[in-house]
């Protein structure tokens, strides 16, 4: 069973930065491509972005490209965003997901692990 939690979430003005991290065990955390979901209120999850097993590639969503980056440290079992630039309509609860090798990673039915969420706020 693979766990995942996430932290760095919290209060942040529009135009300043956060990084999100998201921390996996009970698993060989390389199997596995790894993504970011968010979901607002009264709104779908949908898709912010993923990267490969080895790290090597990197998708995003159009609304968050040239400002979030994601990472990972496989020694660490850790992956992370990195969000900048935050507009308010950033505000959502934010979600790492674990995806086995399978083509496609835009979906949430894409992913069998998810963690519990941490809250952005984008205010002023």
Known sequence: ???????GGGLVQPGGSLR????????????YVMGWFRQAPGKEREFVTFISRS?????????????????RDNAENTVYLQMNSLKPEDTAVYY???????GT??????????????????SS
Not at 1 to 7: A, D, G, I, K, T
Not at 20 to 31: H, K, N, P, V, W
């Open 96 to 102: 790492c997901a674990a995806a086995p090798l399978r």
């Open 20 to 31: 999100l991290s998201c921390t996996a065990s009970g698993t060989t955390f390389s199997r």
């Open 1 to 7: 069973q693979v766990q995942l939690v996430e932290s």
């Open 55 to 71: 790290g090597g590639s990197t998708y995003y969503a159009d609304a968050v490209k040239g400002r979030f980056t994601i990472s």
């Open 105 to 122: 990673y835009y979906y949430t039915d894409d992913y069998d692990y998810w963690g519990q969420g941490t809250q952005v706020t984008v």
